[in-house]
């Protein structure tokens, strides 16, 4: 598995702390998506069970150190939920814990490593939880979530908490730079859509990917001043609709930053011109509008079971270019 350098100091500290026997037997790791939390939870798990540890690393060579590199270490412990499925349901839970409750096999400590704990039906987070309040000797539990608030309040106050920022962005940039050539306003950008995250900001910028978000910038470049917004129904119209809306209403919000002079804090730096488009001919209200719009169709695109997706968009759609067709756009509109 991967390392990444911001996970230097949040290792350093919580190794030692485990080091100095006051770590905790459940660690909550909060982490935003796109920042690799999982390749933290893995470097612990190997220290945790490592027979020969070299201070704060793991040693590489024991027998197992062997075993978690081929991947089939008997005591460690990865739950997630089986392919197919979009849940964590009660029935691994009690798989793990038979074998939590038994010696472990390499006379060492077992881990249990759960990436993301949300996805925990309420049998499955009520069955871990009696493990969590009395765990069995020499046993740890590595859990990460993208929001702490979504678990059950029993289950958080079981656990040491440790939140995990998203690195600097000078950092993030040093890295992005390490992993394939590119302009640097993309990567400043595909950041700033993710909040920072390096990992995602890499995703977005795979070619495929960086040509979807650039296919939807150019369409809403030339809908625009035709008040055409209907034109924007091909490019919107996908399977992954809920990140192509997040595209979207990140520039209607950058809009408004460009409106009130805070053009250093816009998220899409590689199209401030269709940032400043927008700033122009569209009011401060209707921007607010229209942002609100397509956050409501993007829930309920993504919480509505059997919505007829196409059908949401294009009223939407139609919607923005009756407003556009108001006084809430003006070719002459000054700031």
């Not at 306003?185 to 978000?213: K, V």
């Not at 968009?313 to 067709?325: F, I, V």
């Amino acid at each position: 598995m991967n390392w990444y350098p911001w996970f230097n100091a949040a290792y350093r500290q919580l190794v030692g702390q485990y080091a100095a026997g006051r770590g905790h037997h459940a660690l909550l790791v909060h982490a935003a998506e796109g920042n690799g939390e999982d390749a933290l939870l893995y470097a612990l798990s190997r220290w945790l069970l490592c027979q020969q540890r070299n201070g704060e690393k793991s040693c590489g060579e024991c027998h197992s150190c062997r075993l978690m590199l081929a991947g089939n270490h008997p005591d460690y412990h990865v739950l997630a939920p089986e392919k197919g499925k979009s849940s964590l349901g009660i029935e691994p839970i009690r798989q793990v814990i038979e074998h939590l409750y038994a010696h472990a096999q390499q006379g060492g400590a077992k881990v249990v490593s759960l990436p993301l704990v949300e996805l925990l039906t309420e049998a499955a987070a009520n069955a871990l939880l009696k493990t969590l309040e009395e765990p069995p000797a020499n046993t740890f539990f590595l859990l990460a979530c993208r929001e702490p608030s979504l678990l059950p309040a029993t289950l958080r106050s079981r656990c040491f908490y440790w939140h995990l920022s998203s690195p600097d962005e000078t950092l993030s940039l040093q890295w992005l730079n390490r992993q394939a050539p590119g302009n640097q306003s993309d990567r400043l950008t595909a950041l700033r859509l993710h909040n920072g995250a390096p990992i995602a900001a890499e995703r977005l910028l795979q070619p495929q990917h960086w040509q979807q978000r650039s296919a939807l910038c150019t369409a809403l470049n030339a809908a625009l001043p035709q008040r055409n917004m209907l034109a924007l129904l091909a490019v919107l119209n996908h399977d992954d609709v809920a990140e192509r809306l997040h595209w979207l209403c990140s520039l209607l919000v950058d809009a408004m930053k460009w409106q009130q002079g805070a053009a250093g804090y816009v998220l899409n730096q590689d199209q401030q011109p269709l940032v400043q488009q927008l700033a122009t001919c569209l009011s401060s209200t209707s921007l607010q509008q229209i942002v609100q719009q397509w956050l409501n169709c993007r829930q309920q695109l993504l919480n509505v079971v059997g919505v007829n997706r196409e059908l949401l968009l294009t009223e939407q759609l139609l919607a923005w270019e009756q407003m556009l067709g108001s006084a809430g756009y003006s070719q002459s509109h000054s700031l």
